[in-house]
């Protein structure tokens, strides 16, 4: 028996020795390029290290902080209008009696229940119609569609989560509607809104497909500089800009994990 508990332990030692390769052997592999001078088959490991690349990446015309500039702003512009939509759609259908709720938060949903080649085509042959493909603003409209799913389930939630009760207190000591909202639920709410505001700003960052139809050749942001990078074999740079990519996920992840709380998580959808 003893025998059996001491090689117990084995099985499940190989099984998170597997899980922990699939989840980070592909981001050591990503570490590892970005700093290998010179790498080729058959060798397990780079041959030289430095960063050259580097360099070549910040340089002016590696054009990568002016594409993180470009994916920044567009990212910002997104949030803005995305969360500008959301509060008051995510008040709405948390404290009024909407007729089909349900099926309001279900449509939000739409745009993700798609494969996004066909219908990133479509928007940028309509954009095309109006003179919106290759700039900003069009760019920024084809993510305000994904970022609008985020944004108002999570403001919904995070209104559902405000009790009703310190709205009526607000209400009964002469406060208005406007004032009672701004003043009580507005700031209570914040936490679940800034979540939200967090998952459409990364999802804005790392958008590709929908940027490649509207924006390219003219609007260059940094995940179609990593699409350019690998698709031309250039390992280093494409590393390189997707290590960029990650910092702000990774980062932000732990604020959403600071701020959203269980009592907001638990309201979504509902």
Do not use: C
Not at 112 to 128: E, H
Not at 130 to 146: A, D, F
């Amino acid at each position: 028996m003893n025998a059996y508990l001491e090689w117990k332990w084995i099985p499940r030692g190989i099984a998170l020795g597997i899980l922990a390769f699939v989840i980070f052997g592909p981001l050591v592999n990503l570490l590892l390029w970005t700093v290998a001078e010179r790498w080729y088959f058959p060798h397990v490991l780079p041959l030289k290290y430095g960063f050259s690349f580097w360099a070549n990446v910040f340089s002016p015309r590696g054009n990568a902080m002016s594409s993180l500039g470009t994916s920044v702003f567009i990212a910002v512009l997104t949030v803005i209008l995305s969360l500008g939509l959301a509060i008051p759609a995510g008040y709405a259908l948390a404290r009024l009696r909407l007729p089909f709720r349900g099926l309001i938060l279900l449509a939000l949903l739409i745009p993700q229940a798609f494969p996004n080649l066909p219908v990133y085509v479509n928007i940028a042959r309509i954009f095309y119609q109006y003179g919106l493909n290759g700039t900003i603003l069009g760019v920024v409209l084809v993510h305000v569609t994904h970022g609008l799913v985020y944004a108002v389930w999570i403001a919904t939630a995070a209104f559902s989560a405000v009790d009703r009760e310190l709205e009526e207190a607000a209400r009964s000591m002469g406060a208005s509607a406007l004032r009672g909202f701004r003043d009580v639920t507005l700031p209570i709410a914040a936490p679940g809104l800034l979540a939200s505001a967090i998952f459409v700003f990364l999802e804005s960052l790392d958008e590709f497909t929908g940027t490649y139809f509207v924006g390219a050749p003219d609007v260059t942001t940094l995940p179609l500089l990593l699409y350019t990078a690998g698709s031309g074999g250039n390992y280093q740079i494409a590393s390189i800009t997707a290590l960029i990519l990650l910092v702000p996920s990774i980062t932000f992840m732990f604020v959403v994990e600071r701020f959203l709380r269980s009592d907001v998580l638990s309201k979504v959808g509902h």
